[in-house]
């Protein structure tokens, strides 16, 4: 268990049985900023049992955050340790896929509204029709870290895997090198496979770009990005995007 920022938010990674990148990773998030002791769980995958009692004696476990259908796997598990936290997804086909797994409190998108304030709850530009008010493949989360900036997580439309392996290409999942050694996410082909317009896709990433309050980018698959230079990831992720 690694803590990105104090008292806030930390993540874990743990190896994955099912088909996809052999790693995932979990976010742990402690919405208002560490003023209370409620968790919410993005992406919940099984890990080791003393890890587990790291994660609760950081506060009450109180939302299983399913990200989109592929990540539902050990939602099960968890909702059986916490029997009283709330499963939330995204709604239309993605959470009748969960709910095959575990059953399904809320739709994700109220999580905004419950923790105002401290989470962001975004649709990711390009996915689907905006006209459509469902079928999202996942959305996007911005969580307020204590120092009043702002995490953006994602599970599978952003990955940077360093692995250079068979799977990693198939799925397009390994992250774009840059001259200096950093490793920069790029949009998988998962995420391509549901993709409605890659301009809006791009202009969403040069969008985000464009914000000085954002300083990480988390995703469930690779390295997480931290620093002064995610403006300038968004801005590589959009040129990738626009890439034919």
């Known amino acids: 268990l690694v803590a990105l920022c104090p008292s806030t938010l930390w993540h874990v990674t743990a190896k994955f049985k099912g088909s996809g990148p052999p790693w995932r990773r979990m976010i742990i998030y402690r919405p208002n900023c560490g003023t209370k002791q409620s968790l919410i769980l993005l992406s919940p995958v099984a890990v ?40 939330a997804s995204p709604p239309g086909w993605v959470r009748k896929r969960v709910a095959e797994v575990v059953p399904v409190d809320m739709d994700a998108r109220e999580l ?9 709850v975004v649709r990711i530009g390009g996915l689907v029709d905006n006209r459509e008010q469902e079928g999202d493949f996942e959305y996007a989360y911005e969580f307020l870290l204590s120092d009043g900036t ?31 050694g950093r490793i920069i996410p790029r949009v998988g082909r998962v995420s391509k496979w549901f993709m409605h317009s890659r301009e809006q896709c791009a202009k969403f990433y040069r969008d985000m770009a464009d914000r000085d309050d954002v300083k990480m980018i988390l995703m469930a698959h690779g390295d997480v990005y931290i620093g002064d230079g995610v403006q300038d990831a968004f801005r590589e992720i959009a040129g990738d995007v626009d890439q034919k």
Request: hydrophobic share 40%; aromatic share 12%; net charge positive.
């Open 48 to 87: 080791p049992k003393d890890v587990m009692e790291e994660i609760d004696k950081l506060g009450k476990v109180e939302v299983l955050l399913i990200p989109n259908a592929y990540h539902r796997t050990d939602a099960a598990v968890f909702k059986k340790r916490y029997p009283y936290a709330k499963v």
């Open 112 to 120: 905004a509204e419950i923790y105002k304030g401290s989470v962001k």
């Open 150 to 180: 702002w995490a953006y997580a994602v599970t599978d439309t952003l990955f940077n895997c360093r692995e250079r392996g068979f799977v990693n290409w198939a799925l397009g999942t390994s992250g774009t090198v840059r001259q200096d």
